[in-house]
């Protein structure tokens, strides 16, 4: 969902190398590329849905083409993932869509800066199979000028904090997202800050100061529960 080649290339990368896979164990959709991308859902073990620069909180007749091309590609996908429980893990934008479908609002209301920020897992989120056994405080990345105001009807809550609540869910038994990025290391989110300084992220005039904080962050855990959900679903 990046039209930017260069974001878009280093975010597969980083799922391909966080998740242990090959190249060619996936299918690669560029959905603002592709006029009508058509998947048939049963082919795949599991579908993964990134980041994107597209806010799905702005009034429609603000949005551009491609954003409203990739969000009637998403409401019909999730049409058959969430009716079907088909696996599905959605990062940052992809629970924003995900969020959305589900009837739940999608503001500003808890955005988060770019950095590291400490999550917890819930109760419920600690007998997850995905988080069972992982530390109950951990840190991730983040960045996001929207998110979830609430958890969508019918979901569990599996990991929160205090400046954004709505963390990491589950839809079913194999429907999840997440507001952190589980695939990012501090190099890609270098990345990200060179190429998404003038979007509304953050005031392009601190982006050194950023690049110089994110500098050799440590985020293991996200990382764990990306590996875990991908071996869920391929083993």
């Given at each position: 969902?990046?039209?930017?080649?260069?974001?878009?290339?280093?975010?597969?990368?980083?799922?391909l190398r966080v998740g242990c896979?090959?190249?060619?164990?996936?299918?690669?959709?560029?959905?603002?590329?592709?006029?009508?991308?058509?998947?048939?859902?049963?082919?795949?073990?599991?579908?993964?849905?990134?980041?994107?620069?597209?806010?799905?909180?702005?009034?429609?007749?603000?949005?551009?083409?491609?954003?409203?091309?990739?969000?009637?590609?998403?409401?019909?996908?999730?049409?058959?993932?969430?009716?079907?429980?088909?696996?599905?893990?959605?990062?940052?934008?992809?629970?924003?869509?995900?969020?959305?479908?589900?009837?739940?609002?999608?503001?500003?209301?808890?955005?988060?800066?770019?950095?590291?920020?400490?999550?917890?897992?819930?109760?419920?989120?600690?007998?997850?199979?995905?988080?069972?056994?992982?530390?109950?405080?951990?840190?991730?990345?983040?960045?996001?000028?929207?998110?979830?105001?609430?958890?969508?009807?019918?979901?569990?809550?599996?990991?929160?904090?205090?400046?954004?609540?709505?963390?990491?869910?589950?839809?079913?038994?194999?429907?999840?997202?997440?507001?952190?990025?589980?695939?990012?290391?501090?190099?890609?989110?270098?990345l990200r800050v060179k190429i998404?300084?003038?979007?509304?992220?953050?005031?392009?005039?601190?982006s050194d100061g950023l690049i110089?904080?994110?500098?050799?962050?440590?985020?293991?855990?996200?990382?764990?529960?990306?590996?875990?959900?991908?071996?869920?679903?391929?083993?």
């Amino acid at each position: 969902m990046r039209p930017e080649d260069i974001a878009s290339d280093s975010e597969f990368e980083a799922f391909l190398r966080v998740g242990c896979l090959k190249e060619d164990q996936v299918h690669r959709i560029r959905v603002e590329k592709e006029e009508t991308p058509k998947i048939d859902v049963n082919n795949y073990s599991a579908i993964i849905a990134g980041g994107s620069p597209f806010d799905v909180s702005k009034p429609i007749k603000e949005k551009s083409e491609i954003q409203l091309r990739i969000e009637n590609f998403y409401q019909d996908l999730f049409n058959r993932i969430v009716i079907d429980d088909i696996p599905f893990l959605g990062a940052c934008s992809g629970m924003g869509l995900l969020g959305q479908y589900c009837g739940t609002k999608i503001s500003g209301k808890f955005s988060e800066p770019v950095g590291s920020v400490a999550v917890s897992i819930t109760e419920e989120g600690s007998k997850d199979p995905i988080l069972k056994g992982l530390p109950k405080t951990f840190n991730a990345l983040v960045g996001h000028k929207e998110a979830c105001d609430e958890v969508p009807v019918g979901a569990v809550l599996l990991v929160t904090s205090d400046k954004c609540p709505v963390q990491m869910f589950r839809i079913k038994k194999n429907i999840y997202a997440t507001q952190f990025h589980p695939e990012a290391d501090s190099e890609e989110f270098v990345l990200r800050v060179k190429i998404y300084k003038e979007f509304g992220y953050f005031p392009p005039e601190i982006s050194d100061g950023l690049i110089a904080s994110l500098q050799n962050l440590d985020v293991p855990i996200p990382k764990e529960i990306l590996k875990r959900f991908i071996k869920k679903y391929t083993s």
